[in-house]
């Protein structure tokens, strides 16, 4: 895999809002960038891939679930610049919400931990802000869907 810090191009990365029970399931980072936070699970997408098969293989590689895909949220550019103004990552991250329909949580590959959380405990975590920002469309998307049935 090439390298991703002090990358050419944009990274495509994919990130998954997975919501059952007004819960969300988050990962600890284990890898850089944003090591040792709680982040959505996600990754690179892969040649040949599409991105929503991409978010179902990350979903399960990093928190053993399988899940299903219910919607596309938004695109968030994630821009990191050292000191000296050189761009150190770059991702353009594409964020679908889904749901669990099977498997068992378990965190591996770039995850340290995986957890559910409350919807009403995300604001507390100290998320980066578009994180938490797309965690809030995902639950409106899935309030609207809800209402719906």
Do not use: C
């Not at 891939?49 to 590689?61: C, F, I, L």
């Amino acid at each position: 895999m090439r390298d991703r810090e002090f990358p050419q191009r944009p990274i495509v990365g994919i990130g998954v809002v997975v919501i059952e029970d007004d819960r969300v399931l988050l990962i600890r980072r284990g890898k850089e960038p944003r090591r040792g936070t709680w982040s959505l699970p996600g990754g690179a997408q892969e040649l040949g891939e599409s991105v929503a098969k991409g978010a179902v293989r990350e979903a399960k590689e990093e928190t053993g679930l399988n899940i299903e895909i219910i919607g596309l949220l938004d695109v968030v550019d994630s821009i990191d610049a050292d000191d000296s103004g050189a761009v150190r990552y770059h991702y353009t991250l594409v964020d679908f919400v889904a749901r669990p329909i099977g498997g068992r949580i378990e965190a591996s590959d770039d995850a340290a931990e995986v957890r559910w959380f409350d919807r009403e405990d995300v604001s507390r975590l100290g998320l980066w802000s578009e994180t938490e920002r797309i965690i809030g469309m995902a639950f409106e998307f899935e309030d609207l869907l809800d209402g719906q049935s």
